[in-house]
C-alpha cells in the first residue's frame, strides 16, 4: 500500500473549493472575506449601517491543536503551533467586506522555546441577512508537545525544552452553512462584523450543515519515542486522514449590560457521519472508522458600541473528535481571539 500524499491531497482539494476567488501570499497570517445584503428587519431591533464606510484595527491570535489519547491507558498527547500574533486591517461597505492579518515576528527566546511553525490560514466568510456561511482552509507545519509535565516530572524547573516536531503538518478544509432562524431580529454581523449594531436582546436557532476533510501527518510515529509504551497499536501512526459531513443545530444569543456594552455567546454542537484512516510509517493501515461523529463550534464576543465608535473582543473555538471503540481518542482543534477597535464612517457619496 501506498502512503498517500496528504499535503497534495488537500493542496488540490483546496484549489477546487475557492475556484478562481482569489491568489494569496503565504506572507499573509489569515485573510477574511464577507460579504452582506440589504433586506428588510426588524428596525427596532437592529441599526445598519450598510452605506456607511466601516473600518477596523486588530490583533488576531490563531491556535491550532493536534491531541491523541489512549483511552484505555489515560494517556494523552497535546500538540500545539507556535503561531504568531498578527496585526489586522477590516473594512466593510455595502455588500462587501475584507480583512487582512499579517504576522508580527517573534522573539528569538520563544523560537527555540517551542520551534517554530509554518501555516497559512485562510477563512472566507459570507453573513447574509438569512444564512452565515464559513468557508476553512488551514495549513500549519510545525508543533510542540504542550503537556510535557505528563511525562516529566517538574518539567518546569528541568533544563530542557519542549518537544518539537517540525515535521507534524495539520491541514483542515472545509465549509459550513447555518441559517439564522430569528434573522429579522438577531444581527449576527453586529457581533462579529460590526457594520450592524444590535439594539434589543435577542438570540437565534441556527441550523445547518458542514463537510470538512482534516488531518495530520508526519515522518515518523506520532507519538514520541518517550510514550510508545503507554499507548495500543491503534494510536502508533503518522498519517491520519479524516472525513465529516452532516447537520448542525445551535444557537446564538445576543446580552446587554450597562446600555452600551453587549455579550454575545453561541454554541453548535455537530452531528454526522465520519470517516477516518490512519497509516503507520511504511504505509500500512493501523485504524479506521466508518460511523456516527460529533463535533462542536464555540463563539463569544464582548464589545462596546457608540454610533461611531466600537471595540469587542471576539474568539470561536472548534474541535473534530475521533473516536474508535473508546480505544483511541483523536481531536483536530482550532480557535482564535482577536481584539478590534474601529470606527463608522458616514459617506456623503456613495462609492459604488
Not at 490560514?121 to 438569512?130: A, E, H, S
Request: aromatic letters at 18%; proline letters at 2%; one cysteine or more.
Amino acid at each position: 500500500m501506498i502512503k498517500p500524499n496528504f499535503k497534495t491531497t488537500i493542496w488540490l482539494l483546496f484549489m477546487c473549493f475557492i475556484g478562481n476567488t482569489s491568489v494569496f501570499s503565504q506572507d499573509i497570517s489569515s485573510l477574511e472575506i464577507a460579504t452582506q445584503e440589504k433586506t428588510k428587519f426588524d428596525t427596532s431591533y437592529i441599526k445598519s449601517y450598510y452605506d456607511d464606510l466601516v473600518i477596523g484595527l486588530s490583533l488576531p491570535k490563531k491556535n491550532v491543536d493536534f491531541s491523541l489519547s489512549d483511552v484505555k491507558n489515560e494517556q494523552e498527547l497535546f500538540y500545539q503551533v507556535n503561531t504568531k500574533t498578527s496585526l489586522g486591517f477590516k473594512a466593510s461597505y455595502k455588500w462587501l467586506g475584507i480583512s487582512l492579518g499579517f504576522g508580527i515576528p517573534q522573539t528569538e527566546s520563544r523560537t527555540l522555546k517551542y520551534g517554530e511553525t509554518e501555516g497559512l490560514d485562510i477563512q472566507i466568510n459570507t453573513y447574509l441577512r438569512k444564512f452565515v456561511i464559513d468557508g476553512y482552509f488551514q495549513y500549519y507545519k510545525g508543533f510542540y508537545l504542550e503537556n510535557m509535565d505528563t511525562y516529566f516530572q517538574n518539567f518546569e524547573n528541568l533544563d530542557i525544552s519542549y518537544y518539537q516536531r517540525p515535521d507534524l503538518t495539520y491541514s483542515n478544509v472545509g465549509i459550513a452553512v447555518r441559517y439564522v432562524k430569528n434573522h429579522r431580529k438577531f444581527s449576527y454581523k453586529a457581533s462579529y462584523d460590526y457594520n450592524e449594531i444590535q439594539k434589543k436582546r435577542a438570540g437565534s436557532l441556527l441550523i445547518g450543515g458542514y463537510a470538512f476533510i482534516s488531518g495530520a501527518a508526519a515522518d515518523s510515529l506520532v507519538v514520541p519515542h518517550f510514550a510508545t509504551e503507554n499507548y495500543s497499536e491503534k494510536g502508533l501512526f503518522s498519517n491520519i486522514v479524516a472525513i465529516n459531513v452532516g447537520f448542525s443545530v445551535g444557537y446564538i444569543y445576543t446580552f446587554f449590560f450597562w446600555k452600551k456594552y453587549f455579550l454575545t455567546l453561541g454554541f453548535v454542537p455537530v452531528f454526522g457521519l465520519q470517516s477516518y484512516s490512519a497509516y503507520g510509517p511504511e504505509g500500512n493501515l493501523v485504524d479506521n472508522k466508518n460511523g456516527l461523529g460529533v463535533s462542536t463550534v464555540g463563539r463569544a464576543s464582548l464589545g462596546y458600541n457608540k454610533k461611531r465608535f466600537y471595540a469587542a473582543i471576539s474568539g470561536v473555538t472548534g474541535s473534530n473528535n475521533l473516536f474508535n471503540k473508546e480505544q483511541t481518542a483523536i481531536n483536530f482543534g482550532y480557535g482564535n481571539v482577536r481584539f478590534t477597535v474601529g470606527y463608522r464612517f458616514g459617506l456623503k457619496k456613495k462609492l459604488f
